[in-house]
């Protein structure tokens, strides 16, 4: 075997071991569970984005899309994929599984003690969790908006989190 053969054969060799290692360190997929609880999520969410802008209206009827107050429009997005959930973000804040601030995940509800009705831990306000640290709900001039989960007054009247997907 000449020189220039030897080494095309070592190329060859060393790319076909590399393509080979490379798909042993592949990582593996999220189990079926995992998977299917992200993308409902994730659905519930972008499901609920196409509300943008929609206006708030404190105690807004359950029948309507033309406004919502926070805890209708959670009830609203959430029943397209099957959760239905009681009216008040205080029944809410009762349902499904406790979640831990540091574990939320994309369809998570969260839920805050703001406002006159606050007294720093009754729940007063809920919003959907949407990864990153953005949460998308429905609140006072707004409407229907996204906000940052990690500062201003929505890192400050945090309560809790629940798992309902």
């Known amino acids: 075997m000449t020189r220039h053969n030897w080494a095309k054969k070592a190329v060859v060799i060393s790319l076909s071991a590399a393509m080979g290692f490379g798909a042993l360190l592949t990582v593996a997929p999220a189990t079926p569970v995992e998977a299917a609880s992200t993308s409902k999520g ?9 509300y943008m802008g929609t206006p708030y209206k404190f105690g807004a009827s359950t ?21 239905d959930l009681p009216r008040t973000s205080a029944a809410q804040s009762k349902v499904g599984k406790a ?7 994309t369809g998570d509800l969260v839920f805050f003690s703001s406002g006159s009705r606050s007294n720093g831990s009754n729940v007063t306000h809920v919003a959907v969790y ?25 890192n400050k009247t945090y309560v809790k989190a629940r798992r309902v997907l």
């Open 99 to 105: 979640v831990s601030r540091s574990n939320l995940r």
């Open 130 to 154: 949407m990864g990153n640290g953005k949460i998308l709900h429905t609140y006072g001039k707004p409407g229907v908006t996204i906000s940052n989960l990690n500062s201003g007054t929505w």
């Open 63 to 83: 029948s309507t899309t033309k406004v919502f107050d926070c805890s209708s429009f959670m009830k609203h997005i959430f029943k397209k994929y099957g959760v």
């Open 42 to 50: 994730s659905q519930v969410v972008n499901f609920g984005k196409k």
